[in-house]
């Protein structure tokens, strides 16, 4: 790779290609820069940092970092809690209904981080808080299903994000997911539970091989007492009863209790270390850091008292950073690679709660990591499948860019449904009529899963949702969804079907208002199908909602105008509602939320690339001598954007 770039002298081309200043940053650094320390690299973010030099650009992305979200929290968040502190009692049939809510609202956050992700003026937030969100690891499963406690956790992560490593290790040491998830909640006087303790000293702070076994022993006898109250829904709770007061020694030093843990802890060297060399391979390199870089990362740590923010400026401006060598050699995480283009390209985000599913399938699930270990990433994010998967992904996301404009026209009436299918030999084709008889649309879902390659797919969070709309030229009655081409493989020898075809409507808003197609009346000639859920279309069907009627019962939710007046009501299209087992509520387009700041075109972001980069193979953003995928040599703005698309060097940062 050096030689590579002794080659290329990149740098030096640039500048003076560019005409740039001597101080200012050649473009290829402030990409590196922001790839490393965000998502993408958009024009609008170039321009920004192209008249500083390094110190001036790192010095303006740390001081730009937050302690709160852009947008709005989902609006389960604001309202009445459900009791948890009821879940451990109830029957069987009132568990399901219950997860099943609580499991919604997981599914409503974790689609509301990807809009801040895409929204956020400071990326390098939202990239700490995901970087801490996979060290001080805890799993959705494993804490009872409480999705408000994991949201505070969150919050914790995000203000801490560039702050206190000591303000981190403390509350976490008192964070009731991470109390149950480790399994402190049951660690009492004379039956200590070493879980938390031993991963607090291998994961969280010293690293393996720096402790004896005597020290995870009694620091799980200081940390006893710290546990759950149920009747605050699970929140911290330290009883006195359960917490033993005999004498406990660990590093030789005295430690009465947790806080004595936390402050042990910190008192050793080698969890500044511990922590510098995680931050080197999340932004520099997944090779075996230098010691003395590490030193100098950790130095800078300690002595601002455990500040992250001068530790992540002395990383940022030293010569390994900005070395040739450790330059697009980090695989963009599913995560990154996703909102990195989205924030590239400002496509138009028509269905966020897809974003989580397209996370999950290429292996990044957020908020349910899987183990305590978190995500290992590196090369592990790559296989041959998971490729096909991230260019079949990315595929999907550059077709938003004419599923439905970022922003409908002034007084344009449309009416909009949320979608997904089954494929068997062939995509689900709709008929959609409005007032009877008029139609509107005759539409195959090209983008249904192919269940005979994949397999039927029973979580409705797993399939491929997309918001579709259309033009209505007159005031809207009714609505009509009819499904007929209908078709199945025959069962094999065990009676399971390897492959389907079937369509799937979660709502429909017409006139500024959303209904769930649960409100409707379905109608089939299978038997089979006359006791399926009104948007499951299992056989050939039509869904019918009187939209006059629904209307005059006060039924459906006004869709707000923007992010401003929607109150804490950030959801995306078709998201989940709180408490419910489907949806019943579409607030703003997220664009109103999103574009607004992100502001961009994927003609921009390739016009903000230099000629001699728009070639794919000429590692036009990392500079990775990698082959490509495709050439676009018809040299229109569509087929280039493809092809740098799914260049190899595109998972790379």
């Avoid at 997981?106 to 970087?131: G, H, N, V």
């Avoid at 070493?194 to 291998?202: D, F, M, S, V, W």
């Avoid at 290429?362 to 899987?370: H, K, R, T």
């Avoid at 404009?405 to 494929?423: F, Q």
Wanted: aromatic share 8%; hydrophobic share 40%.
């Amino acid at each position: 790779m050096a030689k590579f770039w002794a080659k290329m002298c990149i740098a030096a081309t640039l500048a003076a290609a560019l005409s740039l200043p001597a101080s200012a940053l050649p473009l290829d650094e402030a990409r590196h820069l922001l790839q490393r320390t965000g998502f993408g690299a958009s024009p609008a973010e170039l321009a920004k940092l192209g008249p500083l030099d390094r110190a001036a650009a790192v010095d303006l992305l740390l001081a730009e970092t937050r302690k709160a979200p852009t947008l709005p929290p989902p609006a389960f968040l604001a309202e009445a809690w459900p009791r948890y502190r009821d879940f451990p009692d109830m029957r069987e049939e009132e568990r399901q209904p219950f997860i099943q809510a609580r499991r919604d609202e997981l599914q409503t956050l974790k689609a509301w981080w990807y809009a801040e992700m895409i929204a956020t003026p400071s990326p390098l937030t939202e990239r700490m808080a995901l970087f801490w969100h996979n060290h001080f690891v805890s799993n959705f499963d494993g804490v009872g299903f409480n999705v408000h406690r994991i949201w505070n956790q969150h919050a914790l992560f995000r203000r801490e994000a560039t702050g206190s490593f000591e303000a981190l290790l403390r509350e976490i040491l008192r964070d009731p997911i991470m109390l149950r998830y480790l399994d402190n909640h049951t660690n009492r006087k004379g039956r200590p539970n070493e879980n938390l303790a031993r991963e607090l000293l291998e994961l969280f702070t010293l690293g393996e091989g720096h402790y004896a076994e005597a020290d995870i022993k009694e620091t799980a006898r200081a940390l006893t007492g710290r546990t759950l109250e149920r009747t605050t829904d699970f929140g911290y709770r330290f009883v006195q009863g359960m917490h033993d007061e005999s004498s406990k020694r660990i590093f030789g030093v005295r430690a009465d209790d947790g806080d004595d843990v936390a402050r042990i802890l910190l008192a050793q060297k080698r969890t500044a270390e511990f922590v510098a060399e995680k931050l080197w391979r999340e932004f520099v390199s997944s090779e075996a850091p230098p010691a003395a870089e590490i030193a100098a990362v950790a130095d800078a740590i300690r002595g601002s008292g455990y500040q992250i923010k001068p530790g992540l400026r002395q990383l940022l401006l030293s010569d390994a950073f900005w070395a040739p060598a450790n330059r697009g050699n980090l695989i963009k995480s599913p995560v990154a690679m996703i909102v990195g283009a989205y924030r590239d390209l400002g496509l138009p985000v028509v269905d966020l709660q897809a974003l989580p599913v397209h996370g999950r399938r290429l292996g990044q699930d957020l908020f349910e990591p899987p183990n305590v270990k978190g995500w290992p990433g590196g090369s592990l994010w790559i296989t041959p499948a998971s490729l096909v998967a991230r260019y079949d992904i990315l595929g999907r996301l550059l077709d938003t860019r004419g599923l439905v404009p970022a922003r409908p026209a002034d007084g344009a009436k449309t009416i909009s449904l949320r979608v997904a299918g089954d494929a068997y030999r062939g995509a689900p084709r709709m008929v959609v009529k409005i007032n009877g008889d008029h139609v509107v649309a005759a539409r195959d879902i090209e983008f249904a899963t192919d269940s005979a390659k994949f397999g039927n797919l029973p979580d409705r969070n797993d399939w491929v949702w997309r918001v579709l709309s259309f033009p209505v030229d007159r005031p809207v009655a009714a609505i009509s969804i009819a499904f007929d081409n209908d078709a199945a493989a025959p069962a094999d020898a065990n009676g399971v079907k390897r492959g389907d075809r079937n369509l799937f409507v979660e709502w429909i808003e017409v006139e500024g208002r959303v209904y769930p197609a649960r409100e409707g009346r379905q109608e089939t000639s299978n038997p089979n199908c006359r006791n399926q859920r009104p948007g499951d279309l299992y056989c050939n069907a039509t869904l019918t909602l009187d939209i006059a009627a629904l209307k005059a019962a006060g039924k459906g939710r006004p869709v707000g105008m923007d992010a401003e007046a929607m109150n804490g009501n950030m959801m995306a299209p078709g998201m989940m509602a709180p408490n419910t087992m489907a949806s019943s509520r579409r607030p703003a387009d997220p664009t109103a939320g999103i574009d607004r700041k992100v502001n961009l075109s994927a003609e921009a972001w390739l016009t903000s690339l230099p000629a001699d980069w728009q070639t794919p193979g000429r590692t036009w953003h990392s500079l990775m001598p990698l082959p490509p995928v495709g050439r676009g040599a018809d040299g229109d703005a569509e087929s280039r954007l493809r092809s740098l698309l799914f260049d190899p060097a595109y998972q790379l940062m």
